[in-house]
């Protein structure tokens, strides 16, 4: 499915969760997306179903190649971007999101390696940006953390976006539209970008 067409499917005034599972996956030692949680369960599936729960739609942008992941997502109902540019960094990946989606009333973009982040903080975020708009990130212990929140007016910026640094530059742009919005959910700052931080949990 091309990119027009998924952009056309998406042609709403949703909340859309971008989960990005682009990438390859390095320090980690291949597709982390699929290392296993304590509970069993793949990472970027988990990371999925918990973002799921508090958007009203979801797509996860992935590698063309990686059939594995796809294949594991779709059986669980979650709809796939391909994303043949993951390889310039996470910029590509998010964009490919934002452009699957242009008619987004906002969108969360969310890692997948970041699985612990509970479904009733996404819901908060999502209430946050719902009702007030702008930018909304959340914090944990006074450090800010993920997923990122953009209304519709950022999408231009976002894909104007190249390199790996993400949304630091829109965010840095704009900074006064920022709001952080405190949690009680340490998984808003935990990553796992290597098999020995899974030991951790």
Same mark, same amino acid.
């Given at each position: 499915m091309t990119l027009m067409n998924i952009a056309n499917q998406y042609n709403t005034r949703e909340t859309v969760g971008i989960l990005l599972a682009a990438g390859q996956g390095r320090r980690f030692g291949g597709d982390k997306c699929l290392a296993l949680l304590p509970d069993g369960a793949p990472m970027?599936?988990?990371?999925?179903?918990?973002?799921?729960?508090?958007? +009203?739609?979801? *797509?996860?942008?992935? @590698? /063309? +190649?990686?059939?594995?992941?796809?294949?594991?997502?779709?059986?669980?109902?979650?709809?796939?971007?391909?994303? /043949?540019?993951?390889?310039?960094?996470?910029?590509?990946?998010?964009?490919?999101?934002?452009?699957?989606? /242009?008619?987004?009333?906002?969108? *969360?973009?969310?890692?997948? +390696?970041? /699985?612990?982040i509970q479904p009733a903080t996404h819901q908060l975020l999502v209430n946050e940006l719902r009702e007030q708009g702008g930018i909304v990130r959340p914090t944990y212990a006074d450090k800010a953390g993920h997923p990122v929140l953009f209304a519709q007016q950022y999408r231009d910026d976002l894909l104007a976006l190249s390199g790996d640094?993400?949304?630091?530059? *829109?965010?840095? @742009?704009?900074?006064?539209?920022?709001?952080?919005?405190? *949690?009680? +959910?340490?998984?808003?700052?935990?990553d796992f970008d290597t098999k020995d931080s899974l030991l951790e949990i």
């Open positions: 970027g599936l988990r990371a999925a179903q918990n973002l799921s729960a508090a958007v +009203d739609t979801l *797509v996860c942008v992935v @590698r /063309p +190649d990686d059939w594995a992941l796809i294949t594991l997502f779709n059986n669980h109902g979650f709809r796939t971007v391909d994303c /043949p540019d993951a390889a310039l960094g996470m910029s590509a990946s998010l964009k490919a999101g934002i452009i699957a989606t /242009p008619e987004a009333q906002g969108w *969360v973009i969310a890692l997948a +390696d970041m /699985p612990l640094s993400g949304a630091k530059a *829109v965010l840095k @742009r704009y900074q006064s539209q920022l709001r952080l919005l405190a *949690v009680d +959910d340490a998984g808003v700052l935990q």
